[in-house]
Nanobody, 121 residues
Framework: QVQLVESGGGLVQPGGSLTLSCAAS????????MGWYRQAPGKQRELVAI???????DYADSVKGRFTISRDSAKNTVYLQMNSLKPEDTAVYLC???????????????WGRGTQVTVSS
């Protein structure tokens, strides 16, 4: 089995910073891309940032220049450093990963439970 567990969410004032972590555990042969999505109240889930196994990254336009995604392959962990936070960043942030559990298996798409980020004065 594979599990993704997020941490690091919380309440922060506008202009503040938070770092989110997502650790993958279980039977993992290869961890491919990992990413962060968010679901804001009354809005559709959107992609925030992704990072490939080759460390190529992509970001939503709304967070470029403020957020940084990175990964530690040895720890099977992905991070999201969030700076200059705005109230509109308030959302549940969910970790997503494409993972091969066995050498000949098809990759599976896994989701964490999410962590709440609230930006408010």
């Amino acid at each position: 089995q594979v599990q993704l567990v997020e941490s690091g969410g919380g309440l922060v004032q506008p202009g503040g910073s938070l770092t989110l972590s997502c650790a993958a555990s279980g039977r993992i042969f290869r961890l491919n891309h990992m990413g962060w999505y968010r679901q804001a109240p009354g809005k559709q889930r959107e992609l925030v940032a992704i990072i490939s196994s080759g460390d190529n990254t992509d970001y939503a336009d709304s967070v470029k220049g403020r957020f940084t995604i990175s990964r530690d392959s040895a720890k099977n962990t992905v991070y999201l450093q969030m700076n200059s936070l705005k109230p509109e960043d308030t959302a549940v942030y969910l970790c997503n990963a494409l993972i091969k559990s066995l050498p000949l298996s098809a990759p599976g798409n896994y989701w964490g439970r999410g962590t709440q980020v609230t930006v408010s004065s």
